[in-house]
């Protein structure tokens, strides 16, 4: 069976972000190579199965992989699958058919409704259900490292400094979960965009050896500012990438709107361009948490990426 390790993922990585770069070039011409560009399986909100077949469409083996279809389930990143279905995917990994370029660990308590909801119910925020979620995190864990995956990420929850107590101890389990994924080989990537590239910058300092997977469509969702500016404040820490837009919220209160790629206001030759300006040379992968046609959505990103 052929299986990826770490050193091996990130020099193919390397190697390709080298010879082919971001090329913010003329209509018809790719941004990225193919090898660099991959999906979000949850964005399908389907099957591993169906996103397999659909991978295959797109002539596409990279995927950011979500844990819960492996795990407990949940709502936004897919129901706990059969033994026989996870079997078939881990089948996928070996093989080659899949690369999966990260883990993505969410926990079933958060609740995405409105912005306030998520603040009080995201990540690893909730006192009454750490216990909890400190089960699961040791069983991600293991699983990306199985499988040979460099970066496991997560939404760990708002960063909140003006009450000392609460924001020390978020630092303190955040902390632990490095150290509990680095005890298996595996680096820990916070999701941004719940705040702005100055804070998120600022703690990023606080906890050592965490990277960032950075997206751009969350910092418009949030309204917490530009992207483009966003990527050289946070360049040092960047491990992988989402491809996702979206419009900023009329209202602080209120959610912004995501978009397929290309519709919002993240400019697709502005972004590439940036992350080639401060060298990034990792994988991509396209997100679609909206609309009533996502695998069109996904299709139409990689179109409008690849030309």
Same mark, same amino acid.
């Given at each position: 069976?052929?299986?990826?390790?770490?050193?091996?993922?990130?020099?193919?990585?390397?190697?390709?972000?080298?010879?082919?770069?971001?090329?913010?070039?003329?209509?018809?011409?790719?941004?990225i190579s193919r090898d660099r560009l991959g999906v979000c399986s949850w964005s399908y909100q389907k099957p591993l199965d169906t996103v397999a077949a659909e991978m295959k469409k797109l002539n596409?083996?990279?995927?950011?992989?979500?844990?819960?279809?492996?795990?407990?389930?949940?709502?936004?990143?897919?129901?706990?699958?059969?033994?026989?279905?996870?079997?078939?995917?881990?089948?996928?990994?070996?093989?080659?058919?899949?690369?999966?370029?990260?883990?993505?660990?969410?926990?079933?308590?958060?609740?995405?409704?409105?912005?306030?909801?998520?603040?009080?119910? /995201?990540?690893?925020? =909730?006192?009454?259900?750490? #216990?909890?979620?400190? %089960?699961?995190?040791?069983?991600? *864990?293991?699983l990306t490292a199985e499988w040979k995956v460099p970066f496991m990420s997560m939404h760990a929850g708002f960063l909140d400094e003006s009450n000392k107590a609460a924001f020390d101890k978020f630092?303190?389990?955040?902390?632990?979960?490095?150290?509990?994924?680095?005890?298996?080989?595996?680096?820990?990537?916070?999701?941004?965009?719940?705040?702005?590239?100055?804070?998120?910058?600022?703690?990023?300092?606080?906890?050592?050896?965490?990277?960032?997977?950075?997206?751009?469509?969350?910092?418009?969702?949030?309204?917490?500012?530009?992207?483009?500016?966003?990527?050289?404040?946070?360049?040092?820490?960047?491990?992988?990438?989402?491809?996702?837009?979206?419009?900023?919220?009329?209202?602080?209160?209120?959610?912004?709107?995501?978009?397929?790629?290309?519709? /919002?206001?993240?400019? =697709?030759?502005?972004?590439? #361009?940036?992350?080639? %300006?401060?060298?990034?040379?990792? *994988?991509?992968?396209?997100?679609?948490?909206?609309?009533?046609?996502?695998?069109?959505?996904?299709?139409?990103?990689?179109?409008?990426?690849?030309g």
């Open positions: 069976m052929l299986s990826i390790n770490r050193k091996d993922f990130l020099k193919g990585l390397l190697i390709s972000g080298f010879v082919s770069g971001c090329l913010p070039s003329a209509k018809g011409a790719p941004y596409i083996k990279n995927i950011h992989l979500a844990l819960q279809p492996f795990l407990d389930g949940d709502e936004r990143h897919g129901a706990a699958e059969s033994k026989e279905a996870q079997a078939a995917a881990v089948a996928r990994i070996y093989s080659g058919e899949w690369i999966v370029t990260s883990t993505m660990l969410s926990f079933n308590h958060e609740d995405y409704t409105t912005p306030a909801t998520i603040l009080k119910t /995201g990540g690893i925020v =909730p006192d009454e259900q750490w #216990e909890t979620s400190k %089960k699961i995190i040791p069983r991600a *864990a293991v630092v303190e389990r955040l902390t632990w979960i490095r150290d509990t994924c680095k005890s298996y080989g595996v680096k820990l990537t916070l999701e941004s965009g719940q705040e702005t590239a100055e804070d998120l910058a600022k703690f990023m300092n606080h906890v050592d050896g965490i990277g960032i997977n950075f997206d751009p469509a969350n910092m418009l969702l949030y309204g917490k500012g530009d992207p483009i500016k966003a990527i050289p404040i946070l360049a040092k820490w960047m491990d992988h990438v989402h491809i996702k837009d979206a419009k900023a919220p009329l209202k602080a209160d209120e959610w912004g709107q995501e978009l397929p790629w290309g519709d /919002g206001s993240v400019n =697709p030759a502005a972004f590439f #361009e940036a992350l080639e %300006k401060v060298g990034y040379k990792g *994988a991509f992968a396209i997100e679609r948490e909206g609309g009533t046609n996502r695998t069109g959505d996904i299709a139409l990103a990689a179109q409008r990426i690849l």
